[in-house]
């Protein structure tokens, strides 16, 4: 009986034009207004435990900074690296020498972008997320450099370095490939085996290719990927959701273009067309209406 007078009320109040953000008791009533800033108690959980990793994530690679010795490499640095300099691992070095230019910079932040651009296009979320990831990614592992300093592996004819702490490629692609898995992921455009296969497959070959290179020890790796992870489970807490897409363009929220919904899944808006079609007081549309708790 509540949960109906709840709706009597609610429907009442749309009818006369008050958004349902206004109109409805919060203790009664969940909206169907994903945009809301209160988050769902489950998105919130994954949010807090996500953000939770990330710090126990930077904590492992300022441990394992302070763990590595000043001049001489650990014994498995020393041994990754005369695996690494194997004739057989030189022939793949050299099938994998294309993945240099996508591990700078400029390569992997191009990549974020039309990712996002794609997202954007789709009239999906998580466009934002991918792109930070990306910026993050480079701006966090600079910074790491300037705190931590560890020669590289000594090459003839190469000039010394101090920055060998973590890998900035590796850093780099596995922020992006990481936040990129989640966010296609958690919109229904991949599986969770393929969410799987990027998450690991690009980081774990650019971290292998960075060591087969001779351009930083196996531990430069391995933080690496604890320092891209950190930053890939932040940008998932804080804006795996965020709109990127190209909804909020739509002006007729009583049209049904293929932009409104979810790739594979007809009837199903995205949140900012549900958003529009919830306040807006001329569309009374059966998918924004709210329901009881």
């Not at 695996?83 to 992997?108: D, Q």
């Not at 991949?190 to 060591?211: F, Q």
């Not at 196996?218 to 320092?227: C, P, S």
């Amino acid at each position: 009986m509540a949960a109906s007078k709840s709706n009597n009320s609610a429907d009442e109040a749309l009818d006369a034009g008050i958004p349902w953000s206004v109109a409805c008791n919060e203790r009664e009533i969940v909206s169907m207004n994903p945009t809301s800033r209160r988050a769902l108690p489950r998105r919130s959980r994954a949010a807090r435990s996500q953000t939770a990793i990330a710090m126990a994530a930077l904590g492992a690679v300022a441990l394992l900074a302070r763990a590595l010795p000043d001049k001489n490499p650990p014994l498995i640095d020393r041994r990754a690296r005369r695996i690494a300099r194997s004739r057989p691992m030189r022939r793949a070095g050299r099938i994998l020498s294309p993945l240099f230019p996508l591990g700078l910079p400029g390569g992997y932040i191009t990549i974020a972008y039309l990712t996002a651009r794609a997202l954007h296009r789709r009239g999906q979320r998580g466009g934002p997320a991918i792109v930070t990831s990306a910026w993050l990614g480079w701006l966090v592992h600079r910074a790491a450099k300037l705190v931590f300093e560890r020669e590289r592996p000594r090459r003839r004819g190469a000039m010394r370095r101090d920055d060998s702490y973590p890998s900035g490629h590796t850093t780099g692609a596995t922020a992006l490939m990481l936040t990129t898995a989640y966010v296609l992921h958690r919109r229904d455009l991949i599986s969770l085996p393929r969410a799987t296969a990027i998450a690991t497959i690009a980081p774990i070959t650019m971290g292998a290719y960075r060591v087969i290179s001779d351009e930083h020890w196996a531990t430069d790796v391995v933080g690496g990927w604890l320092l891209g992870g950190a930053v890939a489970l932040a940008c998932n807490a804080a804006l795996a959701d965020a709109v990127g897409g190209a909804a909020r363009k739509i002006k007729a929220p009583g049209a049904r273009p293929r932009a409104l919904y979810r790739h594979g899944r007809q009837g199903r808006p995205t949140f900012s067309a549900a958003a529009d079609r919830v306040d807006s007081p001329d569309v009374h549309a059966d998918t924004a209406r709210p329901f009881a708790r």
